[in-house]
């Protein structure tokens, strides 16, 4: 992705941080690769955190039989930890939103301000598959 989307999304991801006691936002694809990030959080700790959250979505959408139908599409994980939270949501076909709270944080209005804001990207968040042989 060039330098100027990058810091198109960059800027939009840390416009819904404006929740208090959000913390860091991260624009994935699918296969883990890091589309734009937050001003807060450093580059490499970003990629790491896409490379994660990439595995932790295909093993949420892996349970969906447990939700009673393998077809059920996944929509957002959830993970709360002791301080905080990380949310994860569908930002388009192969493309993931992120972001990372305290605990203090108004659920609600994070996960509102996330839907906005992949409402208001639209296609710019979308993230075709990568072809293989492109890789080579």
Request: glycine fraction near 6%; aromatic fraction near 6%; charge should be negative.
């Amino acid at each position: 992705m060039n330098k100027i989307m990058n810091d198109k999304l960059g800027w939009m991801l840390d416009d819904a941080l404006e929740v208090p006691e959000a913390r860091h936002a991260i624009l994935l694809s699918a296969d883990g690769m890091l589309r734009a990030h937050s001003k807060g959080i450093s580059r490499d700790e970003a990629d790491r955190q896409a490379a994660a959250l990439s595995g932790l979505q295909s093993i949420s959408r892996s349970t969906a039989e447990f939700c009673g139908q393998s077809e059920t599409p996944w929509r957002q994980t959830l993970i709360e930890f002791v301080d905080g939270f990380v949310f994860l949501v569908a930002a388009g076909p192969g493309a993931y939103l992120a972001v990372s709270t305290s605990d203090k944080v108004d659920m609600e209005a994070v996960t509102f301000r996330m839907h906005k804001l992949v409402d208001r990207l639209g296609k710019e968040l979308t993230t075709p598959p990568r072809r293989m042989d492109s890789l080579a």
